[in-house]
């Protein structure tokens, strides 16, 4: 069956400081990858998708950026994080169009 | 472009009373519409979907929806509400033959005793 894992659960980072989120999949080949952020009354915006090694898409202008150096790994970073960049993020996977995403338990990053 | 609109950000019912969270929708092209519901620090479960066919369909826990081309909506409702379904609930859609998905912001259910 497939997994998706996502860490770390919780993160404190300073200002100013750089980011690394890793997020993998397992049981699947080939997946549609996504990294979304959820912030307080704010829904879910999707950040950036993949549809395969090295093809990134940016949904938002922001401090962040998306790697997708093996098929089924997915990594959102920054260089120097802002305030603005706290909230819960979430990496998911999907198959084919039409199917559900897969969510990891996601990430709370708190930026101090 | 793709939109989700849910109206009311937060939602309270007495348990036992009936449950309807609104989802609106813009798609330029026939949509893939979901029901997602998230509980406390933990990621998103799907609750039903619609693709093609029936326009109504039913989930897990006992909800369903139903896709209302002429109103472009898809509304989620429970019969009877349980203290358990209090929870956040999430309105999504994707083109057909689209890689995005694009969310909601969420409508809030509270559930009374």
């Known amino acids: 069956s497939q997994t998706i894992h996502q860490w770390p659960a919780t993160l404190v980072q300073p200002v100013g400081s750089p980011l690394s989120l890793e997020c993998t999949v397992e049981?699947?080949?080939?997946?549609?990858l996504y990294w979304y952020r959820q912030a307080a009354g704010r829904g879910l915006q999707l950040l950036f998708y993949?549809?395969?090694?090295?093809?990134i898409s940016s949904e938002v202008p922001q401090n962040l950026s998306a790697s997708r150096p093996q098929d089924r790994q997915f990594i959102l970073s920054s260089k120097k994080l802002l305030l603005s960049d706290s909230g819960f993020y979430l990496c998911?996977?999907?198959?084919?169009?039409?199917?559900?995403?897969?969510f990891g338990s996601g990430t709370q990053l708190s930026v101090l | 472009a793709q939109s989700v609109t849910q109206l009311g950000s937060h939602v309270s019912v007495s348990e036992g009373a009936l449950v309807l969270l609104r989802c609106n929708y813009s798609?330029?092209?026939?949509?893939?519409l979901f029901w997602y519901v998230q509980y406390p620090n933990q990621g998103l479960q799907l609750l039903l979907k619609y693709t093609t066919g029936a326009t109504l369909v039913k989930g897990i826990n006992g909800f369903e929806a139903e896709f209302k081309k002429s109103e472009t909506s898809f509304h989620l409702t429970k019969p009877s509400a349980h203290m358990s379904d209090a929870a956040e609930y999430f309105c999504?859609?994707?083109?057909?033959?689209?890689?995005?998905?694009?969310f909601g912001a969420g409508t809030r259910l509270f559930v009374k005793a």
């Open positions: 998911a996977w999907r198959g084919t169009t039409n199917e559900k995403l897969f």
């Open positions: 999504a859609v994707t083109h057909t033959g689209g890689f995005k998905t694009i």
């Open positions: 993949s549809v395969g090694i090295g093809q």
């Open positions: 049981g699947t080949s080939n997946p549609n």
């Open positions: 798609s330029s092209v026939p949509p893939y």
